[in-house]
């Protein structure tokens, strides 16, 4: 009797797990009924007929992220690279995802590979680095419209790494290299240019301030002469002026011719002192007269003076 109530209390509870269904919040349940769709099953508590109905697909409601692997693609200049990604999606449509496709993920991965390998193969290695903007959402658009049947929604596509060939690599670094030597080399025959022109102008300011300071010496020279001049000349008419004032007074011509005396006697001195010459006078007379001539040089002056 035992074992018969227990057969039947099995038999009950599998009969309620077979009855109800809780579908988690994250989650949606396809259910059919003898083998044809019937209802998706949203979050919650859910009654079902045993034997009739039956989960045939659970799906993840949330967004999904998949990785796609690396694969080897040839850019529009014939350089390989090995390129992989991450593809995000989402499930919209449990119904056609499980109807209209054996398996989303495995196809959006093989649809993502085709279209990427695509779009890399229309561009040049250096625009596939920086037009990875452009390149992610060409491969959504492409991705989503083809998996549109599929109840699904591809959110957004991220390229993870663009890999050249170790031989690609080496000639790219050895062409980045040659370019800093070039450069470099610009640089430094910039700085030898910048150098040779700044002496030059040192050189041409140089020859300008030595020109500039010599022509201002021969003018400081040539002031300097004139006001030399212009005093002397000043000196010799106040000298000759007060000469002649003094010659006016009273004495003052016998002064003068006394003065020319000496002055004739002393020069006269000293030619016979100095050179190796005798001087000896043909005749007194002619001395006297001399002397009557200078005399007479003498009272001319005054009156010389007196009509300037």
Same mark, same amino acid.
């Given at each position: 009797?035992?074992?018969?109530?227990?057969?039947?209390?099995?038999?009950?509870?599998?009969? +309620?797990?077979?009855?109800?269904?809780?579908?988690?919040?994250?989650?949606?349940?396809?259910?059919?009924?003898?083998?044809?769709?019937?209802?998706?099953? $949203?979050?919650?508590?859910?009654?079902?007929?045993?034997?009739?109905?039956?989960?045939?697909?659970?799906?993840?409601?949330?967004?999904?992220?998949?990785?796609?692997?690396?694969?080897?693609?040839?850019?529009?200049?014939?350089?390989?690279?090995?390129?992989?990604? +991450?593809?995000?999606?989402?499930?919209?449509?449990?119904?056609?995802?499980?109807?209209?496709?054996?398996?989303?993920?495995?196809?959006?991965?093989?649809?993502?590979?085709?279209?990427?390998?695509?779009?890399?193969?229309?561009?040049?290695?250096?625009?596939?680095?920086?037009?990875?903007?452009?390149?992610?959402?060409?491969?959504?658009?492409?991705?989503?419209?083809?998996?549109?049947?599929?109840?699904?929604?591809?959110?957004?596509?991220?390229?993870?790494?663009?890999?050249?060939?170790? $031989?690609?690599?080496?000639?790219?670094?050895?062409?980045?290299?040659?370019?800093?030597?070039?450069?470099?080399?610009?640089?430094?025959?910039?700085?030898?240019?910048?150098?040779?022109?700044?002496?030059?102008?040192?050189?041409?300011?140089?020859?300008?301030?030595?020109?500039?300071?010599?022509?201002?010496?021969?003018?400081?020279?040539?002031?300097?002469?004139?006001?030399?001049?212009?005093?002397?000349?000043?000196?010799?008419?106040?000298?000759?002026?007060?000469?002649?004032?003094?010659?006016?007074?009273?004495?003052?011509?016998?002064?003068?011719?006394?003065?020319?005396?000496?002055?004739?006697?002393?020069?006269?001195?000293?030619?016979?002192?100095?050179?190796?010459?005798?001087?000896?006078?043909?005749?007194?007379?002619?001395?006297?007269?001399?002397?009557?001539?200078?005399?007479?040089?003498?009272?001319?002056?005054?009156?010389?003076?007196?009509?300037?």
């Amino acid at each position: 009797m035992l074992t018969y109530f227990t057969v039947l209390v099995l038999i009950l509870l599998f009969l +309620l797990l077979k009855m109800f269904v809780v579908v988690p919040m994250r989650e949606a349940a396809v259910i059919e009924r003898l083998g044809k769709f019937r209802i998706v099953l $949203n979050p919650g508590f859910h009654f079902l007929i045993p034997f009739f109905d039956r989960i045939a697909y659970r799906h993840e409601t949330r967004e999904q992220v998949i990785d796609i692997p690396s694969q080897g693609c040839i850019t529009r200049d014939n350089i390989q690279v090995e390129v992989d990604g +991450l593809v995000y999606i989402q499930v919209l449509d449990p119904k056609s995802a499980s109807y209209g496709i054996e398996d989303y993920r495995r196809a959006a991965i093989n649809l993502a590979q085709t279209t990427m390998r695509a779009e890399i193969g229309k561009l040049s290695l250096g625009e596939s680095f920086y037009e990875r903007d452009a390149l992610n959402e060409t491969i959504v658009k492409e991705i989503d419209k083809a998996s549109d049947p599929w109840g699904i929604k591809v959110l957004r596509y991220e390229l993870k790494n663009i890999t050249p060939s170790a $031989n690609v690599i080496h000639t790219l670094e050895r062409q980045m290299e040659a370019e800093r030597e070039k450069r470099a080399e610009i640089t430094r025959a910039s700085a030898e240019k910048e150098a040779t022109i700044n002496i030059s102008e040192g050189n041409r300011q140089e020859d300008i301030n030595l020109s500039e300071g010599e022509k201002q010496r021969r003018i400081n020279v040539a002031t300097g002469r004139a006001e030399a001049i212009s005093i002397l000349a000043e000196a010799t008419a106040e000298g000759t002026e007060m000469i002649a004032a003094a010659v006016q007074k009273e004495g003052g011509s016998q002064a003068l011719k006394m003065q020319l005396i000496e002055e004739y006697i002393e020069t006269l001195t000293d030619i016979t002192t100095k050179a190796n010459v005798s001087i000896v006078p043909l005749e007194l007379a002619k001395i006297k007269g001399f002397f009557d001539g200078l005399s007479e040089v003498a009272d001319s002056v005054p009156s010389t003076q007196g009509r300037v």
